[in-house]
């Protein structure tokens, strides 16, 4: 593994972009002996204005706590789509969502565009999951990069979520995990 | 057993507290630090400990202070706004000489500021910001792993030396949340104030014990009577005004800590042995600056690092001797130059200085640190 990974989560306050970070940082430090960092920057809003939230994973001592140029960015929204694509990793993945983004400014970083809010309202039934089918692409970015196993990740949100909906949690992941296994 | 959690600085910070034997929480809320409160109010009535959210931060810290007198070990925790109005009592547990921790998450300002954006503006007013002569002691951790262990310090020194201890947190440090491996309870170095050992008619509360010259402290329903004021009082605990009772009681609250300073002071260093160059940062920006060394470090320059973990007492004879090797010194803090001062005072011109500031609510950028190491390097 690299000596420092970097993820971030950027989108509207109220998509969960906060707790997909801490459900990352959690299986990380908790699930796979790493040392992880989560840190976050959001208006004074509940709903609606920007959120931003990072994880960095290291096997190493971490000092910095934020990321300078993320390896795998998660953006569900098109502000943050236009001030984050540009700070990418060289090598990095990106992955936007297609209902809240629609044009995405040149990158070298490889961009994938997903139904990610679609899969949560229509497989799911729950706009609220979005956060969850973010975490299942996650888990199968990082499983591809070495990093963590996806059973880590899905572990850390069944920790977390509150009782009686796992199930509804884990579809999600499951599907997001499988979104991303189709083409990576 | 020890056991791997992944914590925010507060929650850190409060489960520290619980580790260290704290059982008495007043306070009111306020961003970035309400986390503190939060977890106290949940976990303090499972072991049979008291939170109570007070009306304001006045009687948050007033509280805090009563409880400790009770003969709990006792906590409040604020961010800027709430310090400032915490400061008169502040200065009533100096003169009382009551153990009482407060955590202060800073956050901008002046005024109510930035409450969810990072500043280091109020580590002067933890030297200065009550007012009269005292010693201070002040913690700026910089993991969350160390906010777990250095409340426990700060409670410790707080039982030991009869005073506030105060835990200089921040935004980022606060919000932030990271591995902590929580040590067994059995492991802990825990200290408890020392009790009287005399009679409740022979006890004279403010009476030093000539081997460390501290007075045992009673608890208020223990039989021993005690007065409590914060004028300038005698061994009694009655006000005064003769010279000599009033000098040897202010000269005891100076003496008190820094006779038993190097015991105190901690600090933390990196590749600091060739430098020729050292960066001194604290908090959250310690981080960066160690982040910035490190890179430099690749790049073949020779520069340190050096963190203060205590700021008052400040490690200034330590930082002194290192200084002098170096010749030069890079201060990154998030204010416009606080503890810059204290640092050129310690190493007495013996380093050239270069202050850099940074007051837009964010963290300092490794890449700005090390611009700036390798401008000064060169």
Known sequence: MRDRYEIRFAGSGGQGVILAAVVVGEAAAIYEGLNSVQTQAYGPEARGGKSKSEVVISRGSIDYPKATSPDLQIILNQTSCDEFIGQTAKGGVVVVDDTYVSSVADSEAEVFMLPIVKTAREKIGRELVTNMVALGVTARVLEKEGLMKADSIKKAILARVPKGTEEMNEKAFNAGYNLMKAIR | ?378
């Open chain 2, 1 to 378: 057993m020890t056991r791997v959690e992944f914590w925010q600085g507060n929650v850190s910070v409060a489960y520290g507290a619980i580790a260290a034997g704290c059982r008495f929480f007043g306070g009111y809320p306020i961003t970035p630090s309400s986390e503190i409160a939060e977890v106290m109010a949940e976990e303090l009535p499972v072991y049979n400990g008291r939170f109570i959210q007070m009306e304001d931060e006045i009687a948050g810290i007033a509280a805090t202070i009563g409880g400790a007198v009770a003969g709990y070990k006792s906590m409040t925790a604020t961010s800027g706004p709430g310090f400032s109005l915490k400061q008169e009592n502040l200065g009533l547990a100096y003169m009382a000489e009551i153990p009482i921790v407060v955590v202060d998450v800073m956050r901008g300002g002046p005024s109510t500021g930035l409450p969810t954006s990072i500043a280091q503006q109020d580590v002067m007013q933890a030297r200065w910001g009550t007012h009269g002569d005292h010693a201070t002691i002040a913690y700026a951790p910089s993991s969350v792993q160390e906010c777990y262990e250095v409340t426990i310090k700060a409670f410790n020194m707080a039982e030991r030396f009869r005073q506030p201890v105060l835990i200089m947190s921040d935004e980022v440090l606060g919000h932030m949340r990271e591995k902590v491996i929580v040590p067994d309870n059995e492991t802990l170095t825990i200290v408890d104030r020392k009790r009287p050992s005399c009679s409740p008619e022979e006890f004279i509360p403010y009476r030093p014990d000539p081997e460390d010259n501290l007075p045992p402290m009673a608890s208020f329903g223990d039989g021993y009577r005690w007065h409590i004021t914060g004028l300038t009082h005698n061994e009694w605990g009655f006000p005064t005004n003769c010279p000599e009772e009033i000098a040897k009681k202010t000269a005891r609250l100076m003496d008190k800590v820094n006779a038993y300073r190097d015991e105190i002071v901690e600090y933390e260093t990196e590749n600091v042995e060739d430098a020729d160059v050292i960066v001194v940062a604290y908090g959250s920006v310690a981080r960066t600056a160690l982040s910035a060394v490190r890179q430099a470090r690749d790049k073949g320059l020779k520069v340190g690092y050096f963190r203060p973990v205590t700021l008052w007492p400040f490690p200034d004879r330590e930082l002194e001797s290192l200084a002098e090797k170096a010749g030069r010194l890079i201060v990154p803090e998030l204010n416009f130059g606080q503890m810059v001062h204290e640092i050129e005072r310690a190493v007495h011109g013996k380093a050239a200085m270069v202050q850099m500031s940074l007051v837009n609510g964010e963290l300092f950028q490794p890449s700005e640190i090390l611009e700036k190491i390798e401008e000064v390097a060169r």
